[in-house]
């Protein structure tokens, strides 16, 4: 049976350097107290020995773990939405780049209320974990609304905690908003400069917590240019699949009934579904009707990018302004929102995402 291999530890990397552990532990930490020369030759041991950090002996050392927790409420669907992990690798990055791990935690969905209901919110079955001390602070995620009594848990924890992709503000945290408001009367407006005047609004999940936002965006965009909103302008169904073709063609039935020449997708990927069956009816895209989407555009329909209206974001960027919020709430800084930025990029001429 192969002898385990002892794990090379501070003191040995100590004891062939003739220098004491706490040298040893301040030359790898980079203090200036130690000089270059003997600093240069503990790294060169402690490489020789190949001595590795024991992460949680430095965790009791200074009761910091180097770990930023991600919280989502919504399970793996995160790492393959285009959104979500757009913003990710932008948090992500800051976060490797400032020594930083990010740690995830997927608790299951329970709702407070009825079982399809959006509007009630939801048990954050993985809290517990989230405050045990394995990491330093949090980012959380969230499209459902947090129990008030949890968000005062996390008020009272002291830990720096930062709301991602939140739709309305919530006091006391530092925050990076959707800006769905603001997205949707762009898009409006913008339809509404082309000459639409009747626009149809699809994606839309039944009691979804940004209806409100998009219902007054929308009539504001209308209202600007003293023109009314009329009737049937938006379709939403039973359940969030905006990749569901049966419910994509439904709602487009519905919009086309009602006489919408411009229509508005919740995504750049239903609107190339949408495109597609559109076309099939004899309808031409943007011959024939209007389709904004928000982005990002994946990278295998950008060939189709001629055909629409896009409406999008840095997410990238959102993503590294959410790991300097989180800067700021371990530095104890006053808490604030800051949204992410919308631009009308018009017809063809969609960017690409930065990663």
């Not at 939405?81 to 299951?108: I, M, Q, R, T, W």
């Not at 007054?216 to 073709?245: H, P, Q, T, Y």
């Not at 439904?250 to 597609?276: F, H, P, W, Y």
């Not at 960027?317 to 006053?334: D, F, I, P, R, T």
């Amino acid at each position: 049976m192969e002898k385990k291999r002892k794990r090379i530890t501070i003191l040995d990397v100590a004891r062939v350097s003739g220098v004491t552990d706490g040298t040893v532990s301040r030359a790898l930490a980079g203090d200036k107290r130690v000089s270059p020369k003997t600093r240069d030759k503990i790294l060169k041991i402690a490489e020789k020995l190949n001595y590795r950090p024991h992460l949680f002996a430095r965790y009791l050392r200074t009761n910091v773990t180097k770990h930023l927790g991600i919280f989502w409420q919504g399970g793996s669907w995160l790492f393959y939405n285009h959104y979500y992990g757009s913003l990710l690798s932008g948090l992500a990055e800051s976060a490797e780049k400032d020594g930083n791990h990010l740690v995830f935690y997927l608790p299951e969905i329970q709702s407070l209320g009825e079982v399809n209901s959006y509007n009630v919110p939801i048990q954050m079955t993985g809290f517990n974990e989230l405050l045990d001390g394995r990491v330093d602070g949090a980012v959380v995620l969230g499209f459902r609304t947090i129990p008030e009594e949890q968000l005062a848990i996390l008020r009272r924890s002291g830990m720096p905690v930062v709301l991602m992709s939140q739709q309305k503000e919530v006091p006391g945290f530092f925050q990076l908003l959707a800006g769905t408001y603001e997205r949707t009367r762009l898009a409006a407006e913008k339809l509404l400069d082309m000459g639409h005047r009747r626009i149809g609004y699809m994606g839309f999940f039944e009691e979804s917590l940004h209806e409100e936002m998009v219902q007054n965006a929308m009539e504001d965009a209308f209202r600007k240019r003293r023109l009314k909103l009329g009737k049937g302008w938006r379709e939403c169904s039973e359940k969030w699949n905006i990749w569901d073709v049966t419910l994509i063609e439904r709602q487009l039935n519905k919009l086309l009934e009602n006489k919408c020449t411009g229509i508005i997708c919740v995504s750049a990927d239903q609107a190339m579904l949408a495109v597609e069956i559109l076309k099939r009816k004899g309808i031409e895209v943007p011959r024939d009707l209007s389709l904004a989407a928000y982005g990002p555009l994946s990278f295998v329909a950008q060939f189709q990018r001629s055909t629409l209206c896009l409406i999008e974001a840095d997410l990238f960027k959102a993503g590294s302004q959410v790991y300097e919020l989180y800067k700021e709430a371990q530095q104890g800084k006053k808490c604030r929102s800051i949204s992410i930025e919308w631009k009308w990029l018009g017809q063809g001429n969609s960017d690409t995402p930065t990663k």
